[in-house]
C-alpha cells in the first residue's frame, strides 16, 4: 500500500473515531448544560466523562494533524 494511501486511510479512520466519542461525549455535554441552566451543581461523573472524551477528541485531532501534514508534504 502506497504511503499516500495508507495516510489517507489513517485520516478517514481518525475522522470516524471523532465522530463516535462526539456523539458519546454529547450525553454528558447535555447534562452539564441542563445542570447551567437549573443553576445546579453538575454531577462529578458527568464532569469526568466530558473531560476524557474531549481529551480524547483532542489527541485523535492532533493525530490527524500530523497525518495531513505528512500527506501534504507528500505532495
Not at 7 to 13: C, F, N, R
Not at 37 to 48: G, R, S, Y
Amino acid at each position: 500500500m502506497s504511503e499516500k494511501r495508507r495516510l489517507k486511510k489513517e485520516i478517514k479512520i481518525c475522522r470516524q473515531t471523532i465522530e463516535e466519542i462526539e456523539r458519546k461525549r454529547s450525553r454528558s455535554q447535555s447534562a452539564l448544560v441542563q445542570a447551567v441552566l437549573l443553576q445546579e451543581e453538575p454531577d462529578d461523573n458527568d464532569v469526568e466523562w466530558f473531560n476524557k472524551y474531549t481529551g480524547e477528541i483532542t489527541a485523535c485531532r492532533n493525530h490527524m494533524i500530523e497525518l495531513q501534514k505528512k500527506l501534504n508534504s507528500l505532495g
